[in-house]
């Protein structure tokens, strides 16, 4: 049976690829965006499940918006206005898939910083949006850039990651993140901001979330992978609630809703008065982990490399002379350490420079030493 | 923001609506589709409720196809070909909208009979399907009327739920089945098979699947909704593994995978001794009900009208003389039953049969007995 259209657009994902060589028990995995299993907060989690076998009603189908006091409890968590409201998505994967289901036709305009996240362009690719890029700085996008491509191109859509960008790390500055939401207004184009490591912030205070600057012009993605388990499968999208109702149309159709036990969990493990305990360590852990990183990088990387400090998240971005990048990877790979190349991180892969993702959350200190022991070796081979 | 053109073609859901309406108490709701909150197995669930705890690895990031210990007990327990594989699914709702993703081009064919799941008919149109039906006799879709449609339209698939299908309850025969089939094979039509009701069966021998005689030609959705609880969302979709592989990949743009702790719960409830038990209970309590509601049917419905009998599943088909099936339902909720009038279970509704299906599984037998009578009375005012 052939194929739809949409689905030959999207590439198999490099990622995915790497990450099954990357399961080598000889190779140190910098590729992938796992949070350590080791931070899940199961002790915290534990009453709940066990609350779960008295809990019927959350064996029973739910409602498709999310379950009730799930959705009471981060309604005022969220602080949100009488004229907004809150779903559940099954990851907020599910609620980027949602938004361009329910908004993009096939041709129209989504802007995106390049380099961008992997899973947004494989949806927005999946509805045949013709994605647009506008290159990033240390504070965020280009403001030129985006303003010149907000008049030519009228998207429909802004799609970023304001608060430590995958794959770069970047965190745009609070200027940035004002003139942005002034340029969707002034222009009417949606900001999509997506905020899967807002609460991985080690070093500085929290900014405003972008949205915050034009909260009737957005529509905002949390996950709840990042801060309980990615397991659950469980985020969730915010906006004013126009913009909330198609987006649940659809997942009627999608999945009718998210699991209704994990929701009562979720919301008994945001409850627990040891949460931001949990919090504290993770952020704790990850900073110990990205210092480790960051100083072995910067001691032992080639003079025309360039590691990019971050605050937050879970990536070191390495900058690197023109190469090839994929080559470069197989060659870490085969010195065992994987990596994920630039190109796949841009829509037009052949636009990329050359750059390196690292991640630093799920791996000890004494390996992520080794990994970069084994990239700079492999680095100095080929650049 | 406008919407999107796909979402458009969609009708907001008569369903969602009439069971809002259903929630006041005073009236007995025949109107949805769910399973009886009493017979989830909650006790055969709760020992890997607890284990769960001690199961990080069910926290993590799973793979896209399912996880891997309940893939493996799966492919024996369907006892799939070498060529074939399963793949787990948010709710087997996923899995149709997934099917529709991956395979249509909108315009492309998609067969279904008249009347039809709402759910299908949704996640099609998502895609701009150009949806054709057939009609249903009391064994299955009109053999004729399909081979002709096979011919004229040249179809992609033909989706239909043989086993108490929803609304109609109707069980396709065998001699349909082998039919069915070889007119697919035929005519290179791949036959989408959704299986949610058939293991609530209470009088007779399991028929095979109509993908037994087309295994290469045919796509089967299980659902764990009626068997286990549908508040788990899951569901399995098999075929062989070039018909899964697309699917796989919408999927990782869709939610990444299904909740990974929601799926060790369901390993554990279907490898728990008393799990057969609990099925015959459920089998006998849901026969009970629908006898109670089917004998006073035929005691108390207007000659004109007919009660069909069903062999299982959720759902009685109570065809009516010619009448606006809406303004009925409507009457009947103001006199304290909820019901789903026909045209909502047709692609064209005009061209609907007045009809309504009544569900016996949530309701008591002194509520579907009092139930019953507020119909007749109902249809005695307006028929």
Known sequence: MEISDSLKRIPSSYIREILAAASDKNVI????GLPDEKTFPIDLMTPTLAELSCMPNVF?????????????????????????SVMITTGSQQGLDLIARAYINPGDVVVMEAPSYLGAMQVFGLVQANIVTVSQNESGPDLDELEQCFKTHSPKMFYAVPDFHNPTGVCWSLATRQHVAALCIEYKVAFIEDAPYRELRFTGEALPFVSDFCPNDSILLRSFSKIASPGLRLGAVSGKSEFIAPLIKVKQGADLHSSVPMQALLLGLLQHEDFPLHMENIRSLYQTRYQVLFSALEKQLPENCTAHAVDGGMF???????CDTFALAKTLLANGVAVVPSPVFYPQPDQARAALRLNFTNATEEALEEAVSRLAQGLNQVI
């Open 29 to 32: 995995s910098l590729a992938g």
């Open 316 to 322: 070191v971005w390495v900058e690197l002379p023109p």
């Open 60 to 84: 029973q189908y739910g409602a498709t918006a999310g379950y009730g006091p799930l959705i009471d409890y981060l309604t005022t968590r969220f602080q949100l206005p009488e004229s907004h």
